[in-house]
């Protein structure tokens, strides 16, 4: 089992910077990929960005240039630097880890935290 807990959201206005951090604890081997996903109202939840144990990234062509995930391997965390933030940012945002245990691989999700860009 892999608990994942988020931090960093709140409210910030148009061309603010917010940091999203989650941590990982539980009973695993490994973490492979660990990311961020999104969810803002009437929508369907969508994957911002993710990046894997050898540094390989990707990212919701939204954001693009303006977000930059990273990891902490030996900490098992994972960060959301967001910049340049636009209303269109607004949402819940999901921290999402595919975890390898001795009962084989899971996806595991935190519980989220609220990002609203507003003036």
């Known amino acids: 089992q892999v608990q994942l807990v988020e931090s960093g959201g709140g409210l910030v206005q148009p061309g603010g910077s917010l940091r999203l951090s989650c941590a990982a604890s539980g009973s695993f081997f490994s973490i492979n990929p660990m990311g961020w996903y999104r969810q803002a109202p009437g929508k369907q939840r969508e994957s911002v960005a993710t990046?894997?144990?050898?540094?390989?990234?990707n990212y919701a062509d939204s954001v693009k240039g303006r977000f930059t995930i990273s990891r902490d391997n030996a900490k098992n965390m994972v960060y959301l630097q967001m910049n340049s933030l636009k209303p269109e940012d607004t949402a819940v945002y999901y921290c999402?880890?595919?975890?390898?245990?001795?009962?084989?691989?899971?996806?595991?999700w935190g519980q989220g935290t609220q990002v609203t860009v507003s003036s």
């Open positions: 990046m894997t144990t050898g540094s390989s990234t």
């Open positions: 999402n880890a595919l975890a390898r245990s001795s009962s084989g691989w899971h996806q595991y």
